[in-house]
């Protein structure tokens, strides 16, 4: 992380709020945390870009309308501020259930980059991608 400053700092609360927000299954939080342009977009890990706030919050709902539990462990988080824009990349190590099955079934690990602009009400969140990890962690092999 470079320099501390309260920039990163309020960068850091927004993306935690944004997790806290999904594992409460709060649509209303989970909003807050995205900016209001219609310019804003998201990948979740597997799905094609979704583009426009509207889409981007229904994602959500979908997502939340058939989890019924999820928890983030997020891991090897950095945050860069430059001017207006903020970028954080994690680890995100997630439990996860459905509806359909009784406790925790799925776990998964997620490479996340969160892009973060600076607006007249703090922090919003503009652009997420997430993609899904499938090589166990370690170091990068060699090429030949």
Do not use: K, Q
């Not at 870009?49 to 709902?61: D, F, H, I, M, Q």
């Not at 997620?110 to 969140?125: C, D, E, K, S």
């Not at 990890?133 to 060699?142: F, H, K, N, T």
């Amino acid at each position: 992380m470079s320099g501390y400053s309260a920039d990163v700092a309020a960068v850091e609360e927004v993306n935690t709020e944004l997790y806290a927000a999904v594992e409460a299954g709060d649509l209303d939080r989970i909003g807050a945390v995205w900016d209001d342009g219609n310019d804003v977009s998201c990948v979740h890990p597997g799905w094609a870009r979704l583009e426009g706030r509207a889409n981007v919050l229904r994602s959500w709902a979908l997502i939340m309308a058939n989890t019924a539990y999820i928890e983030f462990f997020l891991t090897d988080v950095r945050v860069e501020v430059s001017g207006d824009l903020a970028v954080v990349t994690c680890a995100e190590n997630i439990l996860a259930g459905t509806h359909d099955e009784e406790g925790i079934g799925e776990s998964a690990r997620v490479v996340a980059t969160n892009v973060f602009r600076r607006t007249p009400h703090g922090w919003r969140l503009a652009v997420r991608h997430g993609s899904p990890v499938l090589a166990p962690p370690g170091p990068v092999p060699e090429e030949p």
